[in-house]
């Protein structure tokens, strides 16, 4: 086994259950939030549940935010609150797309003073990273649903780069009041 993979996995029980306990807790906090209704028009959304990953990613590392978007996903699928189409459009919405907020982990600051510069990085990658892979199922799998007059790129485009840009507005709003009043929360300590 590699060192860097027993570190994350298998390191002292104590903090291995506290990491798991938090991949955990955050994706079932990220699955509690997207229950909110969060359409603003048709297939346009906000969606503010990326931000617990968004944290973990912050908090914990590329791995245990690509665990955590993992676990979302996953549970956004056997709780029936995925909209499935095809085998091959749920991999790609329901388990690329949220494994790929983890990309905010490499943003991660491991000492503080906390700087707002890299979360708020972080934040545009992973949410457009994501929204990248919506925009492609959006092209493939859900072109039938384009507005009169769209293409299937055109109306993917407008649909997934609406929504990620509220997204990630929302997200920046949230996300520089949680730097400015719990900057501890970004930032792991084994105390």
Known sequence: MCASKRSFFMSNSKFNVRLLTEIAFMAALAFIISLIPNTVY???????????ILILSFRRGLTAGLVGGLIWGILSMITGHAYILTLSQAF???????????????????A????????????????????FFH???????WSQYAWKGWGAVAYSLAVNG???????????????????????LFIYSNY
Do not use: D, N
């Open 92 to 110: 790609l919405e329901y388990l690329i797309a949220p494994v790929s907020l983890g990309i905010a982990g490499l943003f991660r600051q491991k």
């Open 135 to 141: 925009f492609i199922a959006g092209i493939i799998f």
């Open 42 to 52: 048709g297939w346009i959304i906000v969606e503010i549940a990326c931000i617990p």
């Open 162 to 184: 609406i929504s990620a840009i509220l997204t990630s507005i929302a997200a920046f709003v949230i996300l520089i009041i949680f730097v400015k009043k719990f900057p501890k």
């Open 112 to 131: 503080a003073p906390l700087k707002l510069a890299p979360v708020l990085l972080g934040t545009f990658v992973a949410v457009l990273l994501k929204y």
